[in-house]
């Protein structure tokens, strides 16, 4: 089993849609949850980070993590074509000697 | 926030020879990263890059094949050397801020390297 799982899609939704993105992970010692969004032949750009459970909500993104069942999620409300990118998750543990990232979900948000 | 320039974007090699891939950033960070990013897969650390120190390279990779210079605060270079058409992928250089704890939070943009 890969440390992080993420669908690679691609996830294709006409616009104004609400996009679900998620990522599981099997580490529990993993406290710290980032979102990375990377459009084509860019590097990736932190879109968000959280600490532990609970949800985060920075304009039309929503991160949320729930750990007991080890499932980290991130949601675009009210998408746009400009929102098209492949988005990756991440995660560290406290200690920050293991930072993984996931392979990515390719999203196209269509006119 | 840090902006990052890497040089080369893009380059087609020649089975055997050797790349230099050149890292700068705008202002002064302690820890530079390495990562390898092949299509459908994570991102992978090649190593981390600290000024006066030897770099720490991760399990699977060694640095006869990707020696790293960190000879300042602001500038960093990846050798990929003695290619082969496995070595073909992108390679970026991240930086963290310290808003992820020196972790990786900005990228450049990347070289797309291709061995022939």
């Known amino acids: 089993q890969k440390e992080v799982e993420q669908d690679p899609g691609p996830l294709s939704v006409p616009e104004g849609a609400i996009v679900s993105l998620n990522c599981t992970y099997s580490n529990s010692a993993f406290q710290y949850f980032m979102w990375y969004r990377q459009y084509s032949r860019k590097g990736p750009e932190l879109l968000m980070y959280t600490y532990s459970s609970g949800n985060k909500e920075d304009g039309r993104f929503t991160a949320q993590v729930d750990k007991s069942s080890k499932y980290i999620s991130l949601f675009i409300r009210d998408s746009q074509p400009s929102d098209s990118a492949t988005y990756l998750c991440a995660m560290k543990d406290n200690y920050g000697q293991n930072f993984v990232f996931g392979p990515g979900t390719r999203l196209s948000v269509l006119p | 926030s840090a902006v990052i320039s890497q040089k080369p974007s893009r380059d087609i090699c020649q089975r055997g020879t050797s790349l230099t891939i050149q890292c700068q950033v705008d202002?002064?960070?302690?820890?530079m990263f390495w990562y390898r990013q092949q299509p459908g897969q994570s991102l992978t650390l090649i190593a981390t890059?600290?000024?006066?120190?030897?770099?720490?390279?991760e399990s699977g990779f060694v640095i006869d094949k990707f020696p790293i210079s960190r000879p300042n605060l602001t500038f960093s270079t990846l050798t990929v050397s003695n290619m082969s058409p496995e070595d073909s992928s992108i390679y970026l250089c991240s930086v963290g801020d310290g808003l992820l704890g020196n972790q990786p939070q900005h990228f450049g943009d990347g070289t797309r390297l291709s061995i022939l």
């Open positions: 890059a600290n000024q006066g120190s030897e770099a720490t390279y």
């Open positions: 202002s002064q960070v302690t820890m």
